[in-house]
């Protein structure tokens, strides 16, 4: 670690998720916090950006899961001066896909329908490890958490992502230590999504978790913790970049 203060660690969630996500692993990690609030019901992801931004320290050590990440990628894009290092968890960076509009739209419907929980029974389940789902008290945590956002917010996050702008432009220029981390068995983000993320950045470290789904941070917090504990001990400057092949390494 360096000798200099390491700037607080701001966790910027995804889609209806808040600090409830990570409630385990960053109990290990007290510098951390979580930017709650739904990002104030914003409905584009650089409302979003301006949201965490006016609560963010003058430096940060900035992670984003899922959407989270894709707000993190649009302050690093308007502010990289305030980004210590950066962590991009369980996310993607193309843009809006065939069928996607539908398939959220078709949720939301639902959520009208028939209300939150069962937008949140159809929602959850896929985005979880297979032994992940078999945890009764994980489930109804995230459940719990999930139906609190409530339609509003699951309406106005989806208007965000279904207008979000080009992720895929920023990597390239990113300078700070960044880690892409996700778990091996995300079916919405899957691990060969974020091999491609760490290519296109430079001297980025792939990190892949066994067991762990999309919720990667509630699934395995113990591993989740201890990848950040790396990633905030990797030096800012003074070391080399690591090799090609150092960003594919994995961890059971």
Do not use: N
């Amino acid at each position: 670690m360096s000798s200099h203060p390491m700037p607080p660690v701001a966790i910027l969630p995804g889609l209806l998720c808040d600090s409830r996500m990570f409630g385990d692993a960053i109990a290990r990690l007290p510098q951390a916090g979580v930017i709650d609030g739904f990002y104030g019901g914003a409905r584009t992801i650089t409302a979003m950006a301006d949201y965490a931004l006016s609560r963010l320290p003058a430096r940060v050590s900035l992670l984003g899961h899922s959407m989270g990440a894709r707000v993190a990628l649009e302050i690093v894009r308007r502010a990289p001066e305030r980004v210590d290092r950066l962590a991009l968890v369980d996310t993607g960076v193309h843009p809006v896909a065939p069928g996607e509009a539908d398939k959220r739209h078709a949720l939301g419907a639902l959520g009208r329908a028939q209300g939150m929980a069962a937008l949140v029974d159809s929602w959850l389940p896929p985005m979880l490890a297979d032994r992940s789902r078999e945890r009764p008290d994980l489930v109804t945590t995230l459940r719990a958490m999930c139906i609190a956002a409530g339609l509003e917010i699951y309406e106005a996050q989806v208007a965000a992502l279904l207008s979000r702008p080009d992720a895929l432009a920023v990597l390239p220029g990113i300078r700070c230590p960044t880690f892409v981390i996700v778990g091996a068995e995300d079916c919405w983000s899957p691990p060969a999504q974020h091999e491609a993320i760490a290519a296109a950045i430079p001297g980025a470290v792939l990190r892949v978790i066994a067991g762990a789904g999309h919720m990667l941070p509630a699934e395995a917090p113990e591993a989740f913790a201890a990848v950040l504990t790396e990633w905030l001990a990797h030096p800012t400057t003074g070391s080399p970049c690591p090799a090609p092949g150092d960003h594919r390494d994995r961890l059971a």
